[in-house]
Every structure is written in C-alpha cells, then in structure tokens.
C-alpha cells in the first residue's frame, strides 16, 4: 500500500469521527488560547496600575526656611492626588499598617514628622537628607512591589526638583541681597580709600618713634648683661653661705645631744658620789670595828700559841719521863699533833699581828677616802648646776643656727630665682630689641603698603561697583529657577521601544504556547499507528508525520491570526511573522514526534523536561546576562532560544538578517529530529520484511 494511501485513508476515517475532530480542533486551538490570554493579560500592565490601592502617610510637621513657612509633605501629597499612576489613599499611620496586614495595599508611602526638617538643612554644615519610607507589599505581590520601586524613583526625581527650586529661589534671593550689599562696599571702600591716606601719616609718625624705641632697648641690653653677672656671683655666694650654715646647724644639733648627755652623767655622777661617801663612812666604821676585833684576836692568838707550845712541851717531858710511851703510837700521834697545833698556832698569831697592822693603815685610807668622797660629791653638784647653765645657752645657739640655715637657703633660692628671672628678661629685653628693629622695619613697609592700600581701595571701589551693577543683572525668573533645579532633560529615543510589554513577552509567550501544543498533540494522537488495518511502516511514518503537521500548520495560523488581528499586535512584516511561525511550529513538532516515537511515555517526559530548560534558559524574560552561568552555556543550544531571537527582530527590530538565521537553526533541529523519526519507521519495517521472506523459502 502506498504511503500517502495510508494517510488519506486516515484523514477520511478521522472526519467519520466527529468527537476526534473535535479533539483535532481543540488541540489547534490549544497554542492560540495559551499564546492569546497570556499576551493580552500581560498586554500593557503599567498602564494599568492606577488601579493597584496605595496608603499613603503625611506625618511632616513642616519648618521654616529662610523666614518662610516650608510643608514640602504637603506639597508632595498635592503632588500626588494630581497623579494618577496608582490609586493613592491618604490615610494615618494605623490604617496604613492594618491595610498592609490584610491585603488592601499593595505598598505604603510614609512621609516622616522631620521630613520639611531635614529639607531645609542642604546649607547647614552637616546636611540630613530628606527621607521617604517606602513598604511595598511583597507578600501580597512582589511584582506591584518592583513596579512601585521604579514608581518611587520618578517621584523622587520629582520632589528632588521641587526642594531644589525652592532652594534655588533663596539662593537668587541672596543673590539680589549681595547686589545690595556690593554697592554698600563700593562706598565703604571708597571711605577705605581716604582712611588709608590718614595711615599712611600717621604711619610715618610711629616709624619715628619706633626708632626711638629700638635704641632704647639695645641700651636696655647691655646693662641687664652686667645685671646678669652681678646676679651669677651673687647666686654662687649665696650657696657657699647656705651650705655653712646648714653645716653650722647640723653641728649645733650634734652639741646639743651631747651636752645633754653630759648633764645625764654629771647628775649620775653626783649621786654616785653621795652614794659613794655614804658607803665609805660606813666602810670607815666597819674598819675601826674591825680594828678593835683584831686587836682581841691578836691577844687571844698570842695565849693559844703560848698554851700550844706548852702542851707541846710537857708532852715531849712525858715522853722523857716515861720511856715506855716512846713505842705508843698513840702518844706519837698525839704528841705530832700537839707539835703542829703549836705551830699552827704560832702562824695564827703571826696573821694575826699582820691583820692589825693592816687594819690599821686600812682605817687610815678610809678616813682618807671619806674625805676625798666629800670633796668629789661638792665638785658634781657644781658641775651638774653649771651644764644646765650651759645646756640652755647652747639651745638658744642651735634654734638661731637653724634660723639662720633657713634664712641661708631661702636667700640662696631667691638668687636662684633672680638669676633665672634675668636670664627670661634678658631672653625677653633681646626678642625686644629684635622685635623693635623688625617692628621699625614693618611700619616703613606698613607706611609703603598703607599708600598701596589707598591706590587699591580706589581700585577696589571701582570693582564693587561694576559688580553690583553685574549681580542686579542676574535673572532670577520661574525660567532661570527650573534650569538650576532641573538642568538636564531627558529625552527618550524610540527608534528601538516598543510601545507595550505584551509587544516584548509575545516571542516568549507564542514560543512557549507553540511547543506545550505540540506536546498535547502527542498525548491525544497516536503517533505509532494508523486506523488502516496493514498499514506499512513507511505508510504509518508519512500518514503521522502529515497528520502533526497539518495540526502545527493550524496551530499556526490560529495563534498568528488572533494575535495579529485579535489583540492587533504591530510586527515589522505580517508575511513573515506567518513564515516564521509554521517554521517554529513545524520545528517544535519534529522534536516531540521523535521523542514520543521512540520512547512513548519516556519521550513525553523527556519534552516536558525540555520545555522546563527553555523556560528558564531560553532568555525570554530575563536578559541572558543575567542568568545563572550554566543556563548561559544551555542556552544556543535550545530550539526556543532560536524562536525568540528571531520572533524579536520580526516584532520589534525588524532584523530579517537575524530572522533568517534564527530559522537556518529551527530547520537543522526539524531535519535532524525527522530524519530520527523516519529511522525509527525504517527499523519496523526491515523487521516486517524479514519474517516475508522466511515464508517464501
């Protein structure tokens, strides 16, 4: 059966069908009711937004500028309630937050109290910019939010302008005043001029005597050098003096401590001597007793040495008389002892004899020590009595020694002082005299500049004057004021604009609607079979391949017929805008057929996947720059970019060049995605004739 058999045949058994085509329609349709609603809904949303609710809070309190009453709050509420770019309410403070909360704002404008305040100090030394406090609503809507930010700027621009005009006016309101104030001056400086003629005279006078004055000093000079000496020797005296008589002080004190000591030993001494003859007349009676004693002993001693001896004896006689005791030993004994007690007592009486004789020189010294105690006792009482005498005058001595120490030293710091005082007023009597000559010196090129002043201040008044005059010539007009608030103006080219936004998103929107059609398409028709019973392979891969195609070419034409028609979107060329739009549908189409072909479900998903890369990469909102660096990479190889830049020069630049290679592109992506599908029907139909064959042997 031929191929284009197969497809007539199913064309025919598809219009026996009417619920099929119906689905046939509804999916052409499909891409011109995505495409449509989206363009038109995004058509022209900032013209729109007079309709978006914005609160609105004047807290500003006002000021006073230059003597004027200053409300720039109010005057920027004016400024609004003659703008209808949104749909402003003017509300307070709790409104406004209460709004916020539930919804009813989709931003809020707060003027604070110090706003005019702030206003008003561009010519303080520390100016405070004025502040508006802007609160979009972005968690109702952060696309009303970005538009009030571009909202806001031109209101700032705005109100920036009118502050500087105001400020403007002031300034050529000073203006007008130094005007008056430079012809004021032209005449002060005239006055100058006859003043300085007076200075320069008396100028010549105070030259004069300056001289005078410089000779005085040099004169005043030499004799504080002599001055100065005079007070060096003086300084170096005062030392010497100083350091004798902390010496004599010093020894004075020393004196003192020592009488005092003396006049302790002396008063010690004197007692000592009291007590010493005390004792020797007590001594004096002991060695009289003494003696008296010893001349007892002395007498008792001379019997026991005579009784001794006599016993001796008469023992010794015994023993002769009795011969028979010379062999007792006993009576030896005795007798030896009676021998040695006479002896004995001999020596006793002996001593004895010598202790008298020493009792008796004994009594004689100490009559003489008695005497001479007395004599020591009469001199310590003398020398007790002439040390206190002594004591109280070295006192007075050592009190005027410190005095004169004192005064010593307090002579020696004031010479100190003086020399120091002398040498400042010598530093001083010298800067003086300098100062003098310099100061003589400056009052003839004073009197030189006083006769330069007089010539100047006439020049001077001259120049005032023809400035007055200048400054009376500024303009200070409502047109002159405008140019200073508002030098620069803006002017927009419109070679490259395009007039609405929906003109801008449609390449993105019709791209993205062409695609989910070709998608749908493939989950309503069958891609694989036909409705002919023995339908060849090659018969199902044209029969399907048509049947998408005549779908692209009706989504096609109804997607361009009611953008171009319906919503009147402008493009540069309607021809091509047709062309170039069955070139991207048929391209779409190529893909999703040879996706689903091969992989059915899997290749469905596979679109879905591709479609979601394009949407984010294919730069159809977002400047290309602005994407992340990785979709940057995606991004030429996508088939929507390609759609894009080309549905962009037809619409907007009119850049056929461009166009034309945007569609080089779509047709490689269209043959390449074909010539697979046809691979796919090829291999079915080698494996239909393999099992023919085995049949015929």
């Known amino acids: 059966m031929k191929a284009i058999t197969v497809f ?71 400024e609004l309630k003659d703008n209808d770019d949104f749909k402003w309410n003017f509300v307070n403070a709790a409104e406004a937050e209460d709004g916020m ?20 100090t561009l010519t303080e030394e520390h100016p405070v910019q004025a502040e508006i406090v802007f609160e979009p609503n972005s968690d109702y809507n952060f696309v009303a939010g970005q538009i009030g930010n571009s909202a806001m700027s031109k209101l700032k621009a705005k109100l920036s302008t009118q502050i500087t005009a105001a400020y403007t006016r002031s300034m050529f309101e000073q203006v007008d005043t130094i005007s008056d104030g430079l ?46 000496n005079g007070a060096g020797s003086l300084k170096q005296g005062t030392g010497t003096l100083t350091q004798g008589t902390t010496d004599l002080a010093s020894g004075l004190s020393q004196l003192v401590k020592a009488e005092q000591q003396l006049q302790a030993g002396a008063v010690k001494s004197q007692k000592g001597a009291a007590e010493l003859n005390e004792g020797l007349l007590a001594s004096m009676t002991g060695s009289s007793q003494l003696k008296e004693g010893l001349t007892a002993s002395e007498a008792a001693s001379s019997q026991l040495a005579a009784g001794a001896d ?17 062999e ?88 100190v002082q003086l020399g120091q005082g002398l040498t400042q007023l010598a530093g001083g009597v010298d800067g003086l005299s300098e100062g003098a000559v310099k100061l003589k010196d400056g009052a003839g090129e004073l009197k030189d500049g006083a006769g330069k002043l007089a010539s100047g201040s006439g020049e001077l008044a001259a120049k005032l004057t023809d400035a007055a005059a200048d400054t009376s010539s500024v303009k200070s007009g409502d047109d002159t004021v405008n140019m200073f608030a508002e030098p620069v103006k ?23 609607a062409l695609f989910v059609g070709a998608l749908v398409f493939s989950t309503v028709f069958s891609l694989r079979d036909s409705n ?67 992989l059915d479900n899997p290749g469905r998903f596979l679109a879905i996947v591709l479609m979601i890369f394009q949407l984010t990469s294919s730069a159809g909102t977002f400047p290309l720059e602005m994407l992340p660096g990785w979709m940057q990479k995606v991004n030429p190889w996508l088939p929507m970019t390609h759609s894009i830049v080309g549905y962009k020069a037809i619409i907007g630049s009119g850049d056929y060049a461009l166009m034309r290679e945007q569609i080089v592109y779509l047709l490689i992506y269209a043959v390449i995605f074909l010539a697979l599908t046809f691979l796919y029907f090829a291999r079915q139909n080698k494996r239909t004739a393999a099992p023919s064959k085995e049949l015929a042997v």
Do not use: C
Not at 30 to 59: I, Q, R
Not at 60 to 76: I, L, P, R
Not at 101 to 120: C, D, K, W
Not at 310 to 326: F, I, R, W
């Open 490 to 512: 803006l002017t927009e080219k419109t070679d490259h604009k395009l007039d609405h936004y929906g003109l801008g998103i449609a390449p993105y929107f019709l791209s993205l």
């Open 532 to 598: 002919v019973p023995g339908a060849s392979p090659m018969g199902r891969f044209l029969s399907r391949t048509l049947t998408f195609v005549m779908v692209s070419v009706l989504q096609s034409l109804l997607a361009d017929v009611v953008l171009l028609y319906g919503l009147k979107l402008e493009v540069q060329s309607a021809p091509l805008f047709f062309l170039f739009t069955l070139i991207v549908s048929f391209s779409f189409t190529m893909i999703v057929q040879a996706l689903v072909t091969w």
């Open 310 to 326: 006599q016993v001796a004896k008469g023992l010794e006689q015994m023993m002769v008389a009795t011969p028979g005791l010379q």
């Open 101 to 120: 909360a539930h919804n009813r704002y989709y931003m809020t404008i707060t003027i604070p109290a110090n706003f005019s305040e702030n206003a008003t």
């Open 8 to 78: 007539l045949k199913d064309m025919k058994i598809l219009l026996t069908k009417p619920m099929l085509v119906l689905t046939l329609l509804g999916v052409a349709a499909l891409p011109m009711l995505y495409s449509s609603f989206l363009v038109d809904a995004s058509w022209d949303p900032y013209g729109n937004t007079s309709k978006l609710p914005v609160a609105v809070v004047n807290l500003d309190k006002g000021a006073v500028y230059e003597g004027k009453s200053m409300e720039v709050g109010k005057d920027f509420v004016d």
């Open 183 to 228: 012809g004021d001056a032209g005449e002060g400086a005239t006055k100058l001029k006859d003043g300085a003629g007076k200075l320069q005279g008396g100028l010549s006078t105070l030259k004069t005597n300056l001289n005078k004055l410089a000779s005085g000093t040099t004169e005043l000079q030499s004799g504080l050098k002599l001055l100065y």
């Open 328 to 415: 007792n030993e006993q009576f030896q004994q005795l007798l030896a002892a009676s021998r040695q007690v006479a002896a004995g007592s001999q020596q006793l009486h002996t001593g004895q004899e010598q202790l008298l004789a020493g009792s008796t020189k004994l009594d004689a010294g100490q009559q003489q020590l008695a005497a001479g105690a007395k004599q020591l006792s009469d001199g310590g009482s003398q020398l007790a009595t002439g040390l206190q005498t002594f004591g109280q005058k070295l006192n007075q001595a050592s009190a005027g020694g410190s005095k004169l120490a004192a005064g010593a030293a307090a002579l020696n710091t004031g010479a």
